[in-house]
């Protein structure tokens, strides 16, 4: 989608600092990180939120879970928290489906 700022980042149109890359998806740390450890992964694949799985395109969700498994084990993560944001009254920014990973510090109970 060509005027997704995720896309662009995908496409190396806008820089990033990569954690993982494969071909399905893309993990990159935030660039307003609210944890010591925060980075997000993404679909290379454009939809905009979890409201948007279909049939075709769940299967990236799976294999993104996975390879946040393996960057946790990677990179050491004692516990963390994967959050997506669906929709503006949720706090979604950036329309292009997306998973925080936080950690390094204890995390606030939702509720
Ligand atoms: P959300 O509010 O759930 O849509 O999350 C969007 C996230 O993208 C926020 O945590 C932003 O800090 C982050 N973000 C926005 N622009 C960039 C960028 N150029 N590089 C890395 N992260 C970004
Ligand atoms: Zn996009």
């Known amino acids: 989608m060509s005027d997704c700022l995720f896309c662009k980042i995908v496409a190396g149109e806008i820089p990033s600092n990569k954690v993982y890359e494969d071909e399905l998806c ?15 992964v993404i679909p290379k694949e454009h939809f905009a939120s979890a409201a948007e799985v279909t049939e075709e395109n769940a299967p990236v969700i799976g294999h993104i879970y996975k390879v946040i498994a393996k960057l946790a084990r990677e990179l050491n993560l ?3 928290r994967v959050v997506t944001n669906c929709g503006e009254i949720a706090g979604q920014t950036v329309h292009h489906i997306h998973f925080h990973v936080l950690s390094g510090k204890e995390l606030g109970s939702f509720n």
């Open 78 to 80: 004692d516990g963390f």
């Open 26 to 40: 893309y993990a990159f740390y935030d660039i307003a990180p609210m944890a010591p450890t925060h980075f997000l």
